[in-house]
């Protein structure tokens, strides 16, 4: 009688190895899906960002104003620096004066920014953005920019992984030297 062994399916060996290679692949496409979502924030960050520049300058085109006589403040983010930001309670100051500012906005382009707060009030993180109203803020030869922020992705603002945009002056500046 002939005895032959006939292997049928595979060894202990074989389903490790295949289970490690498995391991390693799924490893690298979900650090790559993080990567992929992280730079699809950024990219909303920034649009938003570029979406409430313009309206600011539609605001002082129609109204002649610098932001900071829009939005009554030369410092909408000056209760937010300092500390993480992201998924702040909108009874926060910080909120607060975001929206308050974001609204004037709205309100002073006579209907062109229509529901930018409903757009734009947190960024992809969670954070409020922030809006510092420099130009005119010592005086009339002030020729600081404004500018827009996200806190990015720490919900810290002033650091380095905050995403910027500086709003152009509404008016002919003329500094002192």
């Given at each position: 009688?002939?005895?032959k062994?006939?292997?049928?399916?595979?060894?202990?060996?074989?389903?490790?190895?295949?289970?490690a290679?498995l391991?390693i692949l799924?490893t690298?496409?979900?650090?790559q899906?993080?990567?992929?979502?992280?730079?699809?924030?950024i990219?909303?960050?920034?649009?938003e960002i570029?979406?409430?520049?313009k309206m600011?300058v539609?605001?002082q085109?129609?109204?002649g104003?610098?932001?900071?006589?829009i939005?009554?403040?030369?410092?909408?983010?000056?209760?937010?620096?300092g500390?993480n930001?992201?998924?702040?309670?909108g009874?926060d100051p910080?909120?607060i004066?975001?929206l308050?500012?974001?609204e004037a906005?709205?309100d002073?382009?006579e209907?062109g920014?229509?529901?930018?707060?409903?757009?734009i009030?947190r960024?992809?993180?969670?954070?409020?953005?922030?809006?510092n109203?420099n130009e005119g803020e010592?005086?009339?030869?002030?020729?600081r920019?404004?500018?827009?922020?996200?806190a990015?992705?720490d919900g810290?603002?002033?650091?380095?992984?905050?995403y910027?945009?500086n709003?152009?002056l509404?008016?002919?500046?003329?500094s002192?030297e």
């Amino acid at each position: 009688m002939d005895s032959k062994i006939t292997k049928k399916g595979f060894s202990l060996i074989e389903l490790l190895v295949v289970l490690a290679i498995l391991g390693i692949l799924s490893t690298i496409v979900f650090a790559q899906m993080r990567s992929a979502k992280e730079q699809a924030k950024i990219a909303k960050a920034k649009s938003e960002i570029e979406e409430f520049a313009k309206m600011a300058v539609v605001a002082q085109g129609v109204t002649g104003e610098t932001l900071e006589e829009i939005t009554g403040t030369d410092c909408t983010i000056c209760d937010c620096v300092g500390r993480n930001v992201q998924n702040i309670p909108g009874s926060d100051p910080c909120y607060i004066h975001w929206l308050e500012a974001v609204e004037a906005i709205e309100d002073a382009t006579e209907g062109g920014a229509e529901g930018l707060a409903d757009r734009i009030n947190r960024d992809p993180w969670g954070a409020p953005y922030g809006l510092n109203e420099n130009e005119g803020e010592t005086g009339p030869n002030d020729c600081r920019n404004d500018s827009i922020r996200s806190a990015g992705p720490d919900g810290i603002f002033e650091n380095e992984d905050d995403y910027l945009l500086n709003i152009p002056l509404s008016k002919v500046c003329v500094s002192e030297e």
